[in-house]
Protein backbone atom coordinates (compact mmCIF):
# COMPACT_ATOMS: atom_id res chain seq x y z
CA UNK A 1 0.00 0.00 0.00
CA UNK A 2 1.02 3.54 -1.32
CA UNK A 3 0.72 6.28 1.19
CA UNK A 4 1.69 10.01 -0.02
CA UNK A 5 2.35 12.80 2.55
CA UNK A 6 2.76 16.26 0.55
CA UNK A 7 4.10 19.98 2.52
CA UNK A 8 4.01 22.58 -0.31
CA UNK A 9 6.03 25.82 -0.11
CA UNK A 10 6.05 27.09 -3.13
CA UNK A 11 5.89 25.79 -6.80
CA UNK A 12 9.48 25.37 -7.81
CA UNK A 13 12.16 23.00 -7.25
CA UNK A 14 10.70 19.65 -6.24
CA UNK A 15 11.87 16.34 -4.71
CA UNK A 16 10.31 12.99 -4.31
CA UNK A 17 11.75 10.46 -1.82
CA UNK A 18 10.66 6.68 -1.72
CA UNK A 19 10.19 6.07 2.38
CA UNK A 20 10.92 3.60 4.11
CA UNK A 21 13.79 2.81 1.55
CA UNK A 22 14.78 6.40 1.65
CA UNK A 23 15.81 6.65 -2.19
CA UNK A 24 15.55 9.81 -3.84
CA UNK A 25 13.39 9.50 -7.06
CA UNK A 26 12.75 12.72 -8.03
CA UNK A 27 14.38 16.06 -8.31
CA UNK A 28 12.72 18.59 -10.47
CA UNK A 29 14.80 21.81 -11.37
CA UNK A 30 12.56 24.37 -13.49
CA UNK A 31 10.37 21.57 -13.39
CA UNK A 32 12.64 19.68 -15.32
CA UNK A 33 13.25 15.80 -14.33
CA UNK A 34 17.11 15.57 -13.07
CA UNK A 35 17.01 12.03 -12.17
CA UNK A 36 16.58 9.13 -14.56
CA UNK A 37 14.16 6.10 -12.74
CA UNK A 38 13.64 3.32 -15.53
CA UNK A 39 10.08 3.01 -16.49
CA UNK A 40 10.02 -0.59 -15.80
CA UNK A 41 11.29 0.07 -12.30
CA UNK A 42 9.99 -1.48 -9.77
CA UNK A 43 8.40 -0.27 -6.27
CA UNK A 44 6.89 -2.32 -4.37
CA UNK A 45 9.61 -2.63 -1.94
CA UNK A 46 10.60 -6.19 -2.73
CA UNK A 47 13.65 -5.25 -4.84
CA UNK A 48 15.75 -1.89 -5.02
CA UNK A 49 14.19 0.88 -7.28
CA UNK A 50 16.21 0.86 -10.76
CA UNK A 51 17.32 4.79 -11.02
CA UNK A 52 17.40 7.67 -8.61
CA UNK A 53 19.93 7.53 -5.84
CA UNK A 54 19.72 4.25 -3.69
CA UNK A 55 22.10 4.03 -0.63
CA UNK A 56 24.16 1.51 -0.95
CA UNK A 57 25.31 0.14 1.95
CA UNK A 58 27.00 -1.80 4.14
CA UNK A 59 28.49 -3.43 0.76
CA UNK A 60 29.24 -2.46 -2.80
CA UNK A 61 28.44 -5.19 -5.41
CA UNK A 62 27.70 -9.41 -5.19
CA UNK A 63 27.52 -9.89 -1.78
CA UNK A 64 27.69 -13.84 -0.42
CA UNK A 65 25.90 -12.91 2.77
CA UNK A 66 22.59 -10.85 1.33
CA UNK A 67 21.38 -8.75 -1.53
CA UNK A 68 23.41 -7.27 -3.89
CA UNK A 69 24.71 -3.33 -3.18
CA UNK A 70 23.64 -4.11 0.52
CA UNK A 71 20.51 -4.27 2.46
CA UNK A 72 20.11 0.09 3.14
CA UNK A 73 18.24 0.54 -0.36
CA UNK A 74 15.41 -2.53 0.42
CA UNK A 75 15.72 -1.59 4.27
CA UNK A 76 12.29 0.14 6.36
CA UNK A 77 14.01 3.36 7.22
CA UNK A 78 12.73 6.07 9.63
CA UNK A 79 11.54 9.32 8.96
CA UNK A 80 13.19 11.53 11.65
CA UNK A 81 12.39 14.45 10.70
CA UNK A 82 9.39 15.41 8.14
CA UNK A 83 10.00 17.47 5.10
CA UNK A 84 10.56 21.66 7.08
CA UNK A 85 11.70 24.81 6.15
CA UNK A 86 14.53 26.08 8.11
CA UNK A 87 15.58 29.41 9.05
CA UNK A 88 17.58 30.41 6.10
CA UNK A 89 15.07 28.78 3.47
CA UNK A 90 16.20 25.60 3.05
CA UNK A 91 14.07 22.38 3.02
CA UNK A 92 15.24 19.87 4.95
CA UNK A 93 14.12 16.07 5.87
CA UNK A 94 15.92 13.74 7.99
CA UNK A 95 16.14 9.62 8.36
CA UNK A 96 17.41 7.00 10.07
CA UNK A 97 18.48 3.30 9.72
CA UNK A 98 19.50 1.46 12.82
CA UNK A 99 20.53 -2.47 12.64
CA UNK A 100 17.37 -4.60 13.73
CA UNK A 101 16.20 -8.33 13.08
CA UNK A 102 16.85 -8.31 9.57
CA UNK A 103 20.07 -6.28 9.02
CA UNK A 104 21.42 -8.54 12.06
CA UNK A 105 20.18 -11.85 9.87
CA UNK A 106 23.06 -10.71 8.02
CA UNK A 107 25.21 -8.63 9.14
CA UNK A 108 25.92 -9.10 12.81
CA UNK A 109 26.57 -5.48 13.91
CA UNK A 110 25.24 -2.62 15.64
CA UNK A 111 25.08 0.65 13.67
CA UNK A 112 23.23 3.88 13.25
CA UNK A 113 23.15 6.12 9.95
CA UNK A 114 21.40 9.22 10.02
CA UNK A 115 20.73 10.77 5.83
CA UNK A 116 20.33 14.62 6.20
CA UNK A 117 18.82 15.61 2.69
CA UNK A 118 18.60 19.42 1.91
CA UNK A 119 16.96 21.45 -1.28
CA UNK A 120 18.18 24.03 -2.40
CA UNK A 121 17.58 26.54 -5.65
CA UNK A 122 19.14 24.01 -8.17
CA UNK A 123 21.19 22.26 -4.97
CA UNK A 124 20.46 18.74 -3.56
CA UNK A 125 22.76 18.16 -0.69
CA UNK A 126 22.78 14.90 0.76
CA UNK A 127 24.67 14.69 4.38
CA UNK A 128 25.42 11.47 5.76
CA UNK A 129 26.49 10.03 9.19
CA UNK A 130 27.85 6.48 10.11
CA UNK A 131 27.81 5.44 13.75
CA UNK A 132 29.16 2.65 15.89
CA UNK A 133 27.96 1.99 19.38
CA UNK A 134 29.50 -1.37 20.35
CA UNK A 135 31.54 -0.92 22.93
CA UNK A 136 33.78 -3.87 21.80
CA UNK A 137 33.10 -4.26 18.17
CA UNK A 138 34.54 -2.95 14.97
CA UNK A 139 33.40 -3.13 11.53
CA UNK A 140 33.64 -2.46 8.09
CA UNK A 141 31.77 -1.03 5.23
CA UNK A 142 31.20 0.16 1.85
CA UNK A 143 29.15 2.52 1.15
CA UNK A 144 27.65 4.61 -2.12
CA UNK A 145 25.19 7.00 -3.62
CA UNK A 146 24.36 5.34 -6.84
CA UNK A 147 23.03 8.38 -8.90
CA UNK A 148 20.96 8.32 -12.24
CA UNK A 149 21.45 10.97 -13.91
CA UNK A 150 18.88 12.09 -16.75
CA UNK A 151 20.58 12.81 -19.48
CA UNK A 152 19.00 13.59 -23.40
CA UNK A 153 22.01 11.34 -25.17
CA UNK A 154 24.54 9.61 -23.10
CA UNK A 155 26.76 9.90 -25.98
CA UNK A 156 27.53 13.50 -25.51
CA UNK A 157 27.88 13.86 -22.18
CA UNK A 158 31.45 14.59 -20.52
CA UNK A 159 32.80 14.18 -17.49
CA UNK A 160 35.43 16.23 -15.49
CA UNK A 161 37.79 15.80 -12.86
CA UNK A 162 39.27 11.77 -13.90
CA UNK A 163 42.19 12.37 -15.83
CA UNK A 164 45.37 10.75 -14.36
CA UNK A 165 43.51 8.60 -11.88
CA UNK A 166 43.40 4.80 -11.68
CA UNK A 167 40.41 2.88 -12.53
CA UNK A 168 39.20 -0.84 -12.34
CA UNK A 169 37.41 -1.67 -15.71
CA UNK A 170 34.73 -4.50 -14.37
CA UNK A 171 34.16 -4.79 -18.44
CA UNK A 172 37.60 -6.43 -18.84
CA UNK A 173 38.19 -8.92 -16.01
CA UNK A 174 38.29 -5.75 -13.21
CA UNK A 175 41.74 -4.86 -15.07
CA UNK A 176 43.78 -1.89 -13.74
CA UNK A 177 43.84 1.67 -16.00
CA UNK A 178 45.05 5.01 -15.61
CA UNK A 179 42.71 7.46 -17.31
CA UNK A 180 44.67 9.74 -19.85
CA UNK A 181 41.45 11.48 -21.11
CA UNK A 182 40.77 15.23 -19.92
CA UNK A 183 37.46 14.15 -20.43
CA UNK A 184 35.60 11.00 -20.00
CA UNK A 185 32.91 10.60 -22.62
CA UNK A 186 30.77 7.34 -22.72
CA UNK A 187 29.99 5.16 -26.09
CA UNK A 188 29.91 1.41 -24.89
CA UNK A 189 29.17 -0.40 -22.08
CA UNK A 190 30.88 1.06 -18.72
CA UNK A 191 31.73 0.10 -15.44
CA UNK A 192 34.38 1.78 -13.81
CA UNK A 193 35.35 2.09 -9.98
CA UNK A 194 37.60 5.53 -10.53
CA UNK A 195 39.98 6.01 -7.77
CA UNK A 196 41.49 8.69 -5.54
CA UNK A 197 39.26 10.84 -7.24
CA UNK A 198 38.87 14.77 -6.99
CA UNK A 199 36.46 16.52 -4.83
CA UNK A 200 34.66 17.92 -7.97
CA UNK A 201 32.93 16.84 -11.25
CA UNK A 202 31.56 18.27 -14.02
CA UNK A 203 29.13 16.18 -16.37
CA UNK A 204 28.14 18.46 -19.18
CA UNK A 205 25.07 18.02 -21.79
CA UNK A 206 22.43 16.42 -18.55
CA UNK A 207 18.71 18.23 -18.96
CA UNK A 208 18.88 21.17 -21.31
CA UNK A 209 22.25 21.20 -22.46
CA UNK A 210 23.19 22.05 -18.80
CA UNK A 211 25.91 21.09 -16.74
CA UNK A 212 25.71 19.03 -13.30
CA UNK A 213 28.27 19.50 -10.81
CA UNK A 214 29.01 17.20 -8.29
CA UNK A 215 30.78 17.79 -5.16
CA UNK A 216 31.37 15.12 -2.53
CA UNK A 217 33.59 14.91 0.57
CA UNK A 218 35.25 11.43 2.22
CA UNK A 219 34.39 9.85 -0.72
CA UNK A 220 37.12 8.59 -2.46
CA UNK A 221 36.13 6.61 -5.46
CA UNK A 222 33.83 7.51 -8.73
CA UNK A 223 32.12 4.96 -9.95
CA UNK A 224 30.58 5.20 -14.57
CA UNK A 225 27.85 2.81 -15.42
CA UNK A 226 26.13 2.48 -18.39
CA UNK A 227 24.79 -1.02 -19.33
CA UNK A 228 24.36 -0.22 -22.77
CA UNK A 229 22.45 -2.21 -25.40
CA UNK A 230 22.94 -6.06 -24.17
CA UNK A 231 23.72 -5.61 -20.59
CA UNK A 232 19.94 -3.41 -20.85
CA UNK A 233 18.42 -6.46 -22.50
CA UNK A 234 19.60 -8.54 -19.28
CA UNK A 235 17.58 -6.76 -16.62
CA UNK A 236 13.88 -7.37 -16.16
CA UNK A 237 13.75 -3.69 -14.60
CA UNK A 238 15.24 -1.62 -17.16
CA UNK A 239 13.99 -0.95 -20.65
CA UNK A 240 15.83 -2.10 -23.91
CA UNK A 241 15.93 1.36 -25.68
CA UNK A 242 16.55 3.59 -22.03
CA UNK A 243 20.27 3.06 -22.00
CA UNK A 244 20.83 6.44 -24.34
CA UNK A 245 18.80 8.17 -21.52
CA UNK A 246 20.68 7.64 -18.34
CA UNK A 247 24.32 7.58 -16.68
CA UNK A 248 25.48 6.63 -13.67
CA UNK A 249 27.62 9.29 -11.92
CA UNK A 250 28.67 7.65 -7.80
CA UNK A 251 30.59 8.71 -5.37
CA UNK A 252 31.70 6.56 -2.58
CA UNK A 253 33.48 4.56 -0.63
CA UNK A 254 34.24 1.23 -2.98
CA UNK A 255 37.69 -0.12 -3.27
CA UNK A 256 38.78 0.66 0.16
CA UNK A 257 36.46 -0.05 2.77
CA UNK A 258 36.14 1.96 5.84
CA UNK A 259 36.93 0.81 9.08
CA UNK A 260 34.98 2.04 12.31
CA UNK A 261 36.31 1.48 15.33
CA UNK A 262 33.90 1.20 18.66
CA UNK A 263 32.46 4.41 19.78
CA UNK A 264 33.27 6.32 16.64
CA UNK A 265 31.60 7.83 13.72
CA UNK A 266 32.03 8.39 10.05
CA UNK A 267 30.74 11.38 7.98
CA UNK A 268 30.33 11.81 4.10
CA UNK A 269 28.38 14.27 1.52
CA UNK A 270 27.54 15.08 -1.56
CA UNK A 271 26.22 17.84 -3.48
CA UNK A 272 24.45 18.15 -7.20
CA UNK A 273 23.89 21.10 -8.40
CA UNK A 274 22.69 22.30 -12.07
CA UNK A 275 24.62 25.40 -13.44
CA UNK A 276 25.48 27.51 -16.32
CA UNK A 277 28.47 28.60 -16.42
CA UNK A 278 29.93 30.80 -14.45
CA UNK A 279 28.56 29.40 -10.95
CA UNK A 280 28.49 29.40 -7.55
CA UNK A 281 26.98 27.92 -4.81
CA UNK A 282 24.74 30.34 -3.42
CA UNK A 283 21.64 29.06 -0.53
CA UNK A 284 20.76 32.89 0.49
CA UNK A 285 16.90 33.83 0.29
CA UNK A 286 15.75 31.10 -2.00
CA UNK A 287 12.17 29.25 -1.11
CA UNK A 288 11.46 25.91 -2.33
CA UNK A 289 8.86 22.95 -2.64
CA UNK A 290 9.90 19.78 -1.49
CA UNK A 291 7.61 16.95 -1.82
CA UNK A 292 7.87 13.89 0.38
CA UNK A 293 6.12 10.30 -0.71
CA UNK A 294 6.13 8.21 2.10
CA UNK A 295 5.92 4.35 1.02
CA UNK A 296 4.58 1.88 3.23
CA UNK A 297 4.75 -1.87 2.58
Known amino acids: MCVGTQRTFNNYDCLCLA ?8 WRVNNQEQLFV ?5 FDGK ?6 IPFVFPQFGAWSFGPQHGFARITRWHLERPPDRLHNGDVEAIFSLMD ?3 T ?6 QFRITYRLILREKELHF ?7 SKELSFTFNMLLHTYLKVPDVRRCQITGLQGCHFIDKTRENALYQEGREVVTVNEWTDRIYQHTPQEHVITNVVSGRKMRLHKYNFPDTVIWNPWI ?5 MSDFGDDEFPNMLCVEAGNVTSPVILLPGTAFEASQILQQFKCPYTINSSNWKGNLTDFIQYD
Request: charged share 25%; glycine share 8%.
Open 19 to 26: CPRATVVS
Open 38 to 42: SKLAS
Open 47 to 52: KAIRGG
Open 100 to 102: NDF
Open 104 to 109: RSIWNY
Open 127 to 133: HIGVYNP
Open 230 to 234: DRSRE
